[in-house]
């Protein structure tokens, strides 16, 4: 995915949350006897219209690309994957063309290093097969 | 179907979990192995050992009154629970419960930032919002109030600012607990109750006044087990005009005495608004054998130290610290700061890094230190500093709190390099951060691992640590939920008069003892003697 594309699938992301901090408030809410001048729920699944990529895309930007966008900077995830493998495979996931469903759950659900595994809370089910279909290129 | 806690019947346990699903739906009760293991302190020092605390169950409720619900329910069956925000406070305990087989009440869902008042500068936000969901919202709506971020940006306002963390920006800002103004609280009996001037549902200042009327108890919601927070106020730091941040050097080791008295100094008359990092850029430095040698010594002369300085080429003390507000009176500040340091021999001053707000995207990327303009990352979590370096799996954070005093630092680090020493261990990181107005924490990481070996290791060293530093004075302020009985033992005054105090209160507010039995070593009645 270029650059461009990528900054693109950002900046939907930030307009859809954007949006949620305007709409109408859920009744749960509505009985707080103060005024709500603006809410948002960031949900464990970033809600997009695009396709399962997308969301993909919505989801690693979420949750993945404060240690693991492509950096070098504010990215110690990268960083740290840099100095493992020395050239011999990318640093940066998005560019990794060996990734499998089952390694991107086993890190997810397992974590690995200082990376700790994500509550379902944080990352559900769905999140991750649409993280998946963001990663996994083959 | 999981194990029931201690003390519970596998009936009991499984008619509470079918109602608490009746409540929360199927999807939000985690009963399984592999949904419950997500509930693991990943940095345990106990990880993968018989000791290791695990949760029986988790639930993730998505309002106050499928809480109270809970709450309800737990006390018909004393079902302990073991609330968390986000869930991120690793390094003192992460999502795992001190108590093993609680069920963890997961406050994740719980991310609404049901207020942001630009012209008040408050917020007011429920437990699941994290520094990154609170800062893309003031951004993404172009309001110019920052927050405080801890240095790791996936933790909470909520949860942060419950176990008294802090942050690097305005002194009003970056004591997390201490910036909150107002609170809603799930008491474990599931009454609701709004402290502060939120008693009064028409009150126009429950985020702008902290105290409303009568004894203020807000206090007791912190680094306890008394509720469930469930809204929380905070004060908001308005955008400044330009930011500079700066750094001074002094050459000898002595030097830090006078160098901290006039830091503090200028924080207490607000020439210095931020948080202030004094560290040593020669006992930092790479292990050499005489570095190592000179730090388990338990207290190597001045000259010898000053010797190994010199040769090094380094400046002994290095503080680091920024000014925030109008170009001018930054320029004033930094003049001031100068002359009342300038009687140091050899000091040397340096402005590392200016910024005029609001940056752009690009520009917020490339700041360094974040976390000093408020802006929330993970750079500090990296594994690997090296190529080929062994990944570090883990750490403790090891507080401990000392007056403002240059001599105090020099007698920590002697004290504490010779336990490393002692223990056949290189020492670790020496500074004192100025978070509150009149002290400095002494923050170091103690490693975990995945194998029980280390971490016995570890435990020995971190247990050393805190009795140590404790008999000279220097207490620690928070603590991994482990370590928390020895943390409470070394506020023993009057045969321990402190926790009888919070273990009474307990009693009266949680009477089955059902929310976050043992934290901070606060056990309900029908625990305690199981705890002896």
Known sequence: MSRHRRSELRSRFFLAIAIAHVATLPAAAQDAPFPIAAWSRTTAAPETTGSLEERGAAVFNNWCSACHSRGP????????????????????????????????????????ATMPFLRKTELGDADLEALTAYLVKN | MPNP???????????????????????????????????RDAYSPLWGEDQERFASAAVAPISVEEIQAIVRIA???????????????????????????????????????????????????????SYFDMYRHLRTNGIRLWIDTADPGWGGLVGNSLDRGGGYTGMDFRDHFDAHCGMEVVLPTGELVRTGMGANPQSKTWQLFKYGMGPWVDGIFSQSNFGIVTKM??????????????????????????????????????????????????????????????????????????????????PFWNASFVYYGARKVIAAQWEHTKDRLAGIAGVQFRETASYTFPLSDEQVEAVPDKARLGIPSLNLFGSRNAPGAT???????????????????????????????????????????????????????????????????????????????????????????HFQP???????????????????????IDPNGIVSAGRYDIWPRHLRRDRA
């Open chain 2, 5 to 39: 806690p201690p003390g519970l019947s596998e009936r009991d346990f499984t008619t509470a979990l079918g109602r608490i699903e009746e409540v929360v739906g199927r999807e939000w009760l985690f009963t399984s192995d592999e949904d419950v293991a997500l509930y």
């Open chain 2, 75 to 129: 006390n018909e069956y004393r079902l302990p629970l073991y609330p968390i925000s986000t869930g991120r406070n690793l390094t003192y305990g992460g999502s795992a419960p001190v108590y093993s087989g609680s069920v963890v009440l997961d406050l994740k869902r719980m991310n609404r930032i049901l207020e942001v008042n630009e012209r008040d500068k408050t917020c007011l936000v429920e437990p699941g919002v």
């Open chain 1, 73 to 112: 900077q504010n990215a110690p995830g990268t960083t740290s994957l840099q100095f493992k493998y020395q050239g011999a495979l990318p640093a940066a996931l998005e560019d990794r063309e060996d990734l499998t469903p089952e390694l991107v759950a086993l890190y997810v659900r397992e974590g690995i």
């Open chain 2, 486 to 508: 020895l943390g409470m033992q070394m506020y023993g005054f009057n045969d321990g008069a402190l926790h009888r105090l919070h273990e009474t209160l307990k009693d009266a």
């Open chain 2, 391 to 481: 990944p570090s799996e883990g750490h403790l954070d090891f507080s401990p709190m000392i007056p403002p005093r240059g001599e105090e630092l020099i007698a920590l680090a002697d004290v504490t390099g010779k336990i490393y020493g002692d223990l056949g261990l290189t020492p670790s990181f020496v500074g004192g951060l100025m978070f509150h107005a009149r002290t400095m924490i002494c923050f170091h990481a103690v490693p975990t691992y995945r194998n029980a070996a280390d971490n016995r290791r570890t435990r020995q060293l971190f247990e050393t640590l805190v009795r140590s530093c404790a008999d000279n004075g220097w207490t620690i302020y928070r603590i991994h939920a």
């Open chain 2, 233 to 314: 106020g905070f004060w908001l730091m308005e955008e400044p005009e330009a930011a500079l941040q700066v750094s001074v050097s002094v050459p000898r080791r002595r030097d830090v005495v006078r160098l901290v008295d006039v830091l503090h100094s200028l924080m207490c008359e607000h020439t210095i608004p931020s948080q202030t990092t004094v560290g040593s850029p020669v006992m930092n430095g790479s292990a050499d054998p005489e570095l190592v040698r000179l730090r388990t010594s338990g207290g190597a002369a001045d000259a010898d130290w000053d010797r190994y300085a010199q040769a090094q080429g380094r």
